[in-house]
Nanobody, 115 residues
Framework: QVQLVESGGGTVQPGGSLGLSCAAS????????MGWYRQAPGKVRELVAR???????NYSDSVKGRFRISRNYANKTVYLQMNNLQPADTAVYYC?????????WGQGTQVTVST
């Protein structure tokens, strides 16, 4: 079993920055992909960014150039640095770990961008 524990999030004004982190524990196989998804009210969950084991990150077009994903292999943690946040970024952000075809999810953390 895999557990993902997220931290970070909160409320920020437009143009501000926030950071998220997600620590994985349990039966983790190393060659996995870790990433972040988000779900806004009334919308489907969408990919924000992901980074495969030993690979390069990829981003959704809506966050490219503003968000940065990174991971620490030693402590099995993935990070998301979010800059120049906009109201459209308001959503619940979920940490994700993908190994082969199995998806594991964190509990979600709220990010609100508002004046």
């Amino acid at each position: 079993q895999v557990q993902l524990v997220e931290s970070g999030g909160g409320t920020v004004q437009p143009g501000g920055s926030l950071g998220l982190s997600c620590a994985a524990s349990g039966s983790i196989f190393s060659r996995n992909t870790m990433g972040w998804y988000r779900q806004a009210p009334g919308k489907v969950r969408e990919l924000v960014a992901r980074i495969p084991y030993g690979g390069l990150p990829n981003y959704s077009d809506s966050v490219k150039g503003r968000f940065r994903i990174s991971r620490n292999y030693a402590n099995k943690t993935v990070y998301l640095q979010m800059n120049n946040l906009q109201p459209a970024d308001t959503a619940v952000y979920y940490c994700n770990l993908l190994f082969r075809t199995a998806h594991y999810w964190g509990q979600g953390t709220q990010v609100t961008v508002s004046t």
